[in-house]
Each structure stands twice: as C-alpha cells, then as structure tokens.
C-alpha cells in the first residue's frame, strides 16, 4: 500500500497529522428574510458535461468564481479540462468530489493538476483503488488541503448567492454511494440541487430545505435514488440526468423517469441531449442542449 493512502487512513484517525488533511468546520448562521430579487445581468451557468457514464458538472457562478463538481472517468479529464480553459477560467475556485468512485472522481487528478485550485471538499470515505490514491497523491502534490464534505457545510455565503452540502449527515454507511455530497446553490430566488451518487438512506436524512428548480438526478436515474417521498420535497421544474448511452446497468430506470414525469415534463438527459447548459438570473431559467 503506498504511503499517501496509508497517511490518509492514520489521518481519519488522528486529525491534523499530515500535509493532507480533512478541515469539518461549518457555520450555522440562520437566513435572513430576503428582499425580492430583482433578476441582473449577472448569471449563473450550470454545465452539466456530457462524460459519458459518470458526472461532471462546472458551474459559473455570478460572483465570478467556478466550481467543479464531479470529474467522470480517467478518459474524461482531458475533456473536462479543455472545456473548462474554452471557459476562459485558469482558476477553479471550489472542487467537490462528492465520493470516491471512479466515474466521479476518474478525470479529477487530470483537473487538479491544469488548474489553480482553491477549496477542495470531499466526504470522510476511503476506498482503495488506484483512481482514489492518484487523486490523493496529486491533492498532496501541489501542497492542497482537503475540506470534509458533509451536512451543514456553507461553502458560500454571499447576497443573494449562497452553496450549502445537506448530505451527507451521518459519519458511516455501509454503501459508498451514501456518503455522497449532497449540496444546494441558490441565486436569487432560483435553487440548483446537485444529489451526486445518494441513494434512499442518505437522501430521507436530509432535514434542510431541498426545494429546487433544478435537481441534478442522483446515481445516472437509478431506482434507488429518486423516491416519491424526495420528490416531494425538491418539486424541481428541471430535471438533469447524467448517463451514458448504452449503459450496462440500464439506467435511467423507467420507473425514475415515471416518477419524474409526475413533476415535470422537462428532463434532460445527456445520452440523448449531449451537455446540457442551464442559465439563470436569479429569477429566471434557461436550457441550452448540445443536441
């Protein structure tokens, strides 16, 4: 075992004994009410990249700032760069790996290692594949920190734009998928909820308010995901699935994609629409498809 993964299992132990380590500080400040917002010119841009079987997600947020969610497989990180750089961006200022599978966090080493970086979250889960220590040993490379990703984490909080992780709550699960990050940004009066790979256990946990425009389709639209008693809480008038065409494990399930039908008619998948690009005001949203 190399001596990166061996330090970050001494360091879930005992904090604060290496270079690389898991910072869980969190702010409980409440909201206060809000003026009405008044829809500007500044926008935010949620690009949901087409990778294939995994996710990747790059949002443009209106303070300027860039934040990666997600980098799909190995054979994507060349991708998800150059999209990035055709941005204009050389800096991302927040990276999220909301848990380490491979088709998550496959490209991000490719990432991290093309850009200036600034916060880098991810959940307090270890696993033991070649994938999750290349990530680790170039985090570790470039002299970064790694934040702990979990409930109650404000990543942002700024007028009128804020980003807040509701998930995962507990410290364990018995499957991976669960210690999903699971997060909020709001702008405006517009809500983008990104659900990672979270399935049923991690998602009925949540007690923060999850209502959203838009709802990133947790696991690529597996049944294990999306349950009506979720729905109810996001009512989301968009719906983004991250799938590739063809996959082996059959998703989306019919049954995800009847549930969510009972909610919305505008779903968007990327086997079939390529990148999908969503913009808002504040106020109001807008859909660009690839195809």
Known sequence: MKKIFLSLLLLIGVSGCTELHLDSSQSSESNDEKEPFVASEDELVAHYIDV???????????????????????????????????????????????????????????????????????????????TYENLLETIQEKGLSVKTGKAGVEV????????????????????????????????GDTTFLYTGDAEEDSLSEITSNIKADVLKVGHHGSDTSTTK????????????IS????????????????????????I???????TVVVRSDGVNITVETER
């Open 268 to 274: 968007y998948r990327t086997d079939l629409n390529g």
């Open 52 to 130: 294939g079987q995994g996710d990747a997600s790059v949002i443009e947020l209106p303070n300027g700032e860039v934040m990666l969610i997600d980098a799909g497989t190995s054979g994507y990180g060349d991708d998800i760069v150059e999209y990035i750089e055709d941005l204009g961006y050389d800096t991302i200022d927040y990276v999220v790996a909301t848990h380490p599978h491979a088709d998550h966090i496959g490209g991000m080493a490719e990432v991290i290692g093309s850009f200036q970086i600034g916060s880098i979250y991810m959940p307090k889960a270890v696993t033991t594949s070649k």
């Open 229 to 240: 008693e979720f729905l109810e809480k996001v009512k989301p008038e968009y719906a983004i």
């Open 156 to 187: 942002l909080e700024e007028d009128d734009l804020a980003i807040l992780m509701v998930a995962p709550v507990r410290e364990s699960y018995s499957n991976l998928n669960n210690y999903s990050i699971v997060l909020t940004i709001t702008y």
């Open 243 to 266: 799938v590739g065409e063809g996959n082996s494990y059959g998703h989306p399930a019919a049954s995800t994609i009847s549930l969510l039908e009972e909610y919305t008619s505008n």
